[in-house]
């Protein structure tokens, strides 16, 4: 690679107006808009109440990007664009449009120098409150990060459930289980266990209507309540997948502590995440820092996590191409 080619694939790499016209396209819905009908920037820009000119200088760059194409008399979205429609199916909206969690979680990254300087989250820096209060505060942001955890997670369950021996346990505490997709699945392949969800309302609600779904009630208990708080006592396994990530070295130990202080003496700790220099990617870890001051933790990180609570990891199962599953067991058993 030339010079020029090294520059150019820098200068692609860090121009911001891409990412955000891709964000503003979806945010304002033309993707959807323009699928079957195409229309004039005009048009658009009368029905949706923004500026004409600056709405063709949006469309032109989608249309660069390939996302919409002309037509003699406007715009229409192509089948590339189409991915960006609501009713896609691939988690896409989720993740970009600027009202939702995740997309709004995502613009978090314009402050990563603050987190760079002082090793916190920057979300609020820069939305004055944490990511969990907003969630708290605005039930449309609940309701678009619940989406996009259980599309994000999805595809790997079936590799979840086969991939470690769930049977040797009679109770699984889900614990922060969000929508239950993931404990489940674990239940309907194993008609012995019974599962215990913790999570925040109104996740915690939308749990019973899923294991309601999948004919679990008479296995499943639900608790609506902070994992800060004690959790279901005397399990076998407690479970955390994708939880530990979320928070700093202090809130991970108290959640880890309240794991300890509820296992049966014999009960495991299942970390399932995806671990650092296994599994992670370095662009997800930045991520986890910026939104939450969390960090994909690598083996020697849990080890150091775990060990003054009297874990000791016992076993690593390499679960997904994108998590791998750590078994902690109590120094006692
Ligand atoms: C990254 S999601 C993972 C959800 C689920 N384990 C999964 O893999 O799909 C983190 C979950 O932690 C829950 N959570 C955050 N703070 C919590 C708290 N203080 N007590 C209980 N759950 C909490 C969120 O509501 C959310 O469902």
Redesign the pocket.
């Known amino acids: 690679m030339g010079r020029n080619d090294d520059m150019d694939s820098i200068r692609r790499m860090s121009g911001l107006a891409t990412p955000m016209a891709l964000r503003v396209a979806v945010t304002l819905g033309l993707p959807d808009r323009l699928r079957d009908d195409n229309a004039s920037a005009g048009e658009l820009a009368a029905e949706l109440a923004v500026a004409p000119v600056a709405l063709e200088l949006l469309l032109s760059h989608l249309a660069t990007l390939g996302v919409v194409e002309p037509t003699p008399t406007g715009y229409r979205t192509t089948e590339y664009g189409a991915n960006l429609c609501a009713d896609a199916d691939n988690g896409l909206v989720d993740l970009l449009h600027l009202d939702t969690a995740g997309g709004r979680a995502e613009l978090a990254f314009v402050e990563l120098a603050h987190s760079i300087t002082t090793g916190r989250a920057a979300y609020p820096h820069r939305y004055g409150q944490e990511f ?1 209060s907003d ?1 708290a505060d605005y039930s449309h942001l609940r309701e678009s990060f ?1 989406r996009q ?2 599309h994000r ?1 999805r595809e790997q369950i079936p590799q979840i459930v086969a991939g470690f021996d769930w049977s040797r346990f009679s109770t699984i505490v ?1 614990v ?4 239950g ?2 404990l489940a699945a674990i239940l309907a392949a194993h008609p012995r266990i019974h599962g215990h969800l ?3 309302e109104p ?1 915690a609600t939308r749990a019973r209507h899923v294991f309601s779904t999948h004919g679990l009630d008479g296995r499943t208990q639900i608790t609506a ?4 708080d004690s959790l279901p006592a005397g399990a076998d396994a407690y479970l955390l ?3 530990l990530h ?1 928070w700093d070295d202090e809130h991970a130990h108290s959640i880890v502590n309240r794991c300890v202080e509820a296992a049966h003496p014999t009960g495991r700790v299942l970390v399932i995440e995806p671990v650092g220099g296994v599994r992670a990617t370095s662009e997800f870890d930045l991520a986890m820092l910026v939104i939450f001051g969390g960090r994909e933790r690598r083996i020697a990180e849990f080890r150091a996590l775990t060990a003054p609570h009297g874990l000791v990891l016992d076993t690593i199962t390499d679960l997904t191409d994108q998590r791998v599953l750590l078994e902690f067991r109590l120094t006692a058993d």
């Open positions: 969990w969630l619940d955890m259980t997670i889900d922060g289980g969000g929508q997709s993931v913790v999570d925040l996740t309540g902070s994992f800060f997948v994708d939880i979320d």
